[in-house]
């Protein structure tokens, strides 16, 4: 059979979220105030987030009932298809089997809805009238102005200042929903005027853009702040991205091999692959890979530490791989793939050796999403081909050694707004960027004085 596409009925999406919490091998480190270095407790983070969020991001329930509310616009685009990549496999001449879930079908063109209507309904019910949030390339920031469309509520963007220049239609997309977008850091909040007193020609940062989200949520009754991507609530309301992929595979006969997502603060990874590595943990034999980029390579030369989600120190201390929360990382195109930590759950997953981490240099991955675009037909976002590279190479190691591996990678969005950054590759101005490690070990230096981990 040459199926090439594997769809699901409405009756067979997923009716609840997968907590990974419920099956670690090993327990988390916890969160710790800021100041008391102790736990944080649901008052800590009252005036940030929903209680239900809030309840969420330390529950230990297996799974979790996905709202009706929330179900009724996920099935705008869900259940999102799975592909068999019969083409990419011709031209790669492997014996290998290649998939992918892709998730550019939403109506912001990436994975980021799943949660961003999930964030939106939660602060719908408890009657918040405002959300601040940060965005990287932008596509976190149009999820969730889309998402405060659907439930009438106003929105407000801070946009890392190099993405809010080289994506000008992600801009367009946050304002048509209804959002206001401004460039970070900016004049309107403490930390964005102390920055750029330091530094008026910076490029910006996501951990400038959180503090300045932050810092306005939390001086205002009627504001709530709302994350894309890191903590465990978010991870959560992505896996059903890789329940529906078990169900798909199951359509298809096969099981993966090996499971391939691109990580910048975790999200669209964690989607994939927490199902599959539930698998893992009762004794399946699935191999988990997060591909990072070299320019800012935080699990395959960061360290694992406690430090801040944020530039301006206004966030809990959380246990992860870091490239310090000082770090600007270079302007390179994968604007979501810039934050200068990773998500607890993946870093501890990193650290126990479940997950294999990657890194990859900006040309190799713009290589490969043309090769993925000239035989698949999608042009994907520079973020997602970080994962297809990953995929192509897993699938060229299978034809060397003679084995029939099946892979199974997330294309997380599409790149129709990204087309600058196609245009600068195909004139040959892209450069490949690998950070210094006398500049690693500077950003590194400024989170010395928190909490030390045991190795």
């Known amino acids: 059979m040459n199926t090439r596409k594997y769809v699901l009925s409405e009756n067979d999406m997923p009716r609840q979220w997968y907590n990974i919490v419920a099956d670690l091998p090993t327990p988390m480190l916890p969160v710790l105030h800021p100041g008391t270095k102790q736990p944080i407790t649901p008052d800590d983070l009252a005036p940030i987030f929903p209680m239900e969020i809030i309840k969420q991001e330390a529950s230990q329930e297996r799974w979790i009932d996905i709202p009706e509310q929330v179900l009724d616009i996920y099935r705008l685009w869900r259940p999102a298809p799975l592909y068999r990549a019969r083409n990419l496999e011709k031209v790669l001449d492997t014996p290998a089997k290649i998939y992918y879930k892709y998730e550019g079908v939403s109506p912001a063109g990436s ?15 408890e009657g918040v009238k405002r959300i601040t949030t940060e965005t990287g390339a932008g596509q976190w920031g149009s999820a969730l102005s889309l998402a405060c469309t659907f439930f009438g509520i106003e929105c407000k963007v801070y946009m890392v200042r190099v993405s809010f220049e080289q994506k000008p239609y992600r801009r367009s997309m946050i304002m048509n929903w209804g959002a206001s977008v401004i460039p970070s850091p900016s004049d309107q909040t403490e930390a964005g005027r102390r920055i ?16 300045e989200a932050v810092e306005e949520a939390v001086s205002r009754d009627d504001t709530k702040y709302s994350l894309g991507s890191v903590l465990n609530h978010v991870l959560l309301h992505q896996t059903i991205i890789g329940l529906e992929a078990q169900k798909q595979m199951e359509l298809a006969g096969d099981y993966p091999d090996i499971v391939i997502g691109c990580v910048g603060g975790g999200s669209n990874f964690g989607g994939i692959a927490f199902p599959f590595l539930r698998d893992k943990f009762q004794g399946k034999k699935v191999h988990a890979i997060a591909v990072e980029p070299h320019a800012c390579p935080t699990i395959t030369r960061g360290h694992f530490a406690y430090d801040f989600g944020d530039t301006a120190q206004m966030t809990p201390l959380m246990a992860m791989y870091t490239l310090g929360h000082s770090f600007i990382p270079p302007g390179i195109h994968a604007g979501g793939l810039r934050y200068h930590g990773m998500a607890p759950l993946i870093s501890h997953l990193v650290r126990e050796k479940q997950i294999e981490p990657r890194a990859y240099h900006q040309l190799e991955v713009f290589e490969a999403a043309l090769m993925f675009s000239r035989s698949e037909g999608i042009i994907p976002a520079p973020e997602s081909s970080h994962a297809i590279r990953g995929a192509i190479d897993e699938a060229l190691k299978a034809k060397a050694e003679g084995t029939s591996k099946t892979i199974l990678f997330n294309l997380s969005g599409h790149g129709h707004f990204d087309m600058s950054a196609y245009d600068a590759f195909l004139a040959g101005k892209l450069q490949d960027y690998a950070l210094p ?16 981990i045991s190795a």
């Open 111 to 125: 994975h980021k809805p799943n949660t961003a209507v999930a964030q939106a309904y939660y602060n719908k019910i």
């Open 437 to 452: 490690e006398e500049e690693l070990d500077k950003a590194y230096s400024v989170i010395q004085h928190h909490p030390p």
């Open 196 to 211: 750029l007193a330091q530094n008026p020609d910076t490029t910006g940062s996501l951990g400038i853009a959180i503090s």
